[in-house]
T-cell receptor
Framework: AQSVTQPDIHITVSEGASLELRCNYSYGATPYLFWYVQSPGQGLQLLLKYFSGDTLVQGIKGFEAEFKRSQSSFNLRKPSVHWSDAAEYFCAVVPFTSGTYKYIFGTGTRLKVLA | EAQVTQNPRYLITVTGKKLTVTCSQNMNHEYMSWYRQDPGLGLRQIYYSMNVEVTDKGDVPEGYKVSRKEKRNFPLILESPSPNQTSLYFC?????????????FGNGTRLTVT
């Protein structure tokens, strides 16, 4: 079955430190890949997406993600974290051949930023 | 402003008392969907709609109903709520442009069933 794994439930980093959030998917082909961020009391907001082409994609708020086919991964990175980045982050995939618009979400990683 | 609007934001009810959570989008999106978010489980799809009068079950449809009589509205109905439906609910929409369209989310409805 198709699945998305975010192995880190919680991550704590200091402000100014670099960040990497992991995402692995289980699917036979390359799906469409997304990262969303959820700030407290808010809905999910799209950070970035990957469909094809350059495997390093840039998103909003200084985030980037790299698609690695060999590892079935789509990890999210940021060189220098700001206190306002504290939120929950969700990786999501849509299988390429899906005719039912099926988003599959990971369980999320909650980021805490220390001042 | 382009947005997905859910109401209410917070709802406390008792077991068995029918309720409706409304969802409306002003972006002329064809696709709409409901999710519930529970700790450790991420977002799970309840129902979705590809267009007016077209709805289908997601992963966790039991105990829920939906309707899509108009393009902009997609209400979620709990005919007889139970405590295991206590959760955070999100409505989302997307234009029907293939599988690469991102979802636009509402701000959520926190439901407590006692």
């Amino acid at each position: 079955a198709q699945s998305v794994t975010q192995p880190d439930i919680h991550i704590t980093v200091s402000e100014g430190a670099s960040l990497e959030l992991r995402c692995n998917y289980s699917y036979g082909a390359t799906p469409y890949l997304f990262w969303y961020v959820q700030s407290p009391g808010q809905g999910l907001q799209l950070l970035l997406k990957y469909f094809s082409g350059d495997t390093l994609v840039q998103g909003i708020k200084g985030f980037e993600a790299e698609f690695k086919r060999s590892q079935s991964s789509f990890n999210l990175r940021k060189p220098s974290v700001h206190w306002s980045d504290a939120a929950e982050y969700f990786c999501a995939v849509v299988p390429f051949t899906s005719g039912t618009y099926k988003y599959i979400f990971g369980t999320g990683t909650r980021l805490k930023v220390l001042a | 402003e382009a947005q997905v609007t859910q109401n209410p934001r917070y709802l406390i009810t008792v077991t068995g008392k029918k309720l409706t959570v409304t969802c409306s989008q002003n972006m002329n999106h064809e696709y709409m969907s409901w999710y519930r978010q529970d700790p450790g489980l991420g977002l799970r799809q309840i129902y979705y709609s590809m267009n007016v009068e077209v709805t289908d079950k997601g992963d966790v449809p039991e105990g829920y109903k939906v309707s899509r009589k108009e393009k902009r509205n997609f209400p979620l109905i709990l005919e007889s709520p139970s405590p295991n439906q206590t959760s955070l609910y999100f409505c989302a929409s997307s234009p029907k442009q293939g599988n690469n369209s991102p979802l636009h989310f509402g701000n959520g409805t926190r439901l407590t069933v006692t």
